[in-house]
């Protein structure tokens, strides 16, 4: 089974804010455009993946992202992360109907590409399942069945939201490179301990020598 996934990128200007305390407002978008970059690659190189869409109004992400394979969505309808999935999640399914769908956050730069088969594996099982952060607060990832909706509830505690919309919550081990979103300082020390991919690791070396 080949998962079509959706993954959205805001604009990089506005990216990763919490970061405040680790990079400065120049060095934030070129981070927030590495974390998509590696997160892309490995999506892309993941055996369960056949398509990622990336939604998302920015030029430069757009170019960059759709270098490495991906499809890009505009982000049309401009009213944040939720309405900007489910938008992309219709246009992505008038292509392939019959592919099973999952939104995966754009801040995993340290995906492993058979830790994210695992979970979408796993996900296939139900008609709705969603892979809860690391900080067990969150999402990272939300899937959905050919025949069901996405119906995205990402944002403050989405961890408790999508399990009171009827998702079932995924629960496995080993797949920690599939929930390590990175939006604080000490979010990155984690994904740099797990091992980000290359577009990290030399913005985060140009972040060490500023």
């Known amino acids: ?16 804010s919490r970061l405040a305390d680790t990079a400065a407002d120049g060095l934030r978008p070129g981070l927030a455009l590495a974390f998509a970059q590696d ?3 490995a999506a892309l190189a993941c055996p369960a993946v056949g398509d990622v869409a990336v939604v998302t109004g920015d030029a430069l992400a757009g170019r960059e992202l759709a270098a ?3 499809r890009i969505v505009p982000d049309e309808p401009g009213g ?3 309405a900007a999935l489910t938008h992309a999640a219709s246009v992505v399914r008038t292509r392939s109907p019959q ?17 994210l088969a695992r979970v979408l594996d796993a996900a296939a099982e139900f008609p709705r399942a969603f892979l809860p952060d690391a900080a067990g607060i969150g999402t990272t990832l939300l899937a959905a069945s050919p ?30 490179s599939v929930r390590q979103d990175v939006d604080t300082g000490a979010d990155l020390r984690a994904a740099l301990a797990l091992g980000v991919g290359p577009r990290t690791a ?9």
């Open 80 to 82: 944040g992360l939720n």
């Open 39 to 41: 997160t892309v690659a």
């Open 99 to 115: 592919s099973p769908l999952a939104a995966l956050n754009a801040d995993l730069p340290a995906l492993r590409p058979l830790e």
């Open 68 to 70: 490495l394979g991906a």
């Open 202 to 210: 030399t913005a985060v070396e140009r972040l060490k020598a500023a």
């Open 147 to 176: 025949n069901r909706e996405l119906l995205p509830a990402f944002g403050p505690d989405s961890r408790s939201r999508h399990r009171a919309s009827g998702a079932a919550e995924l629960l496995l081990p080993d797949v920690l």
């Open 1 to 16: 089974m080949q998962w079509t996934l959706v993954v959205p990128l805001k604009a990089l200007s506005r990216a990763k």
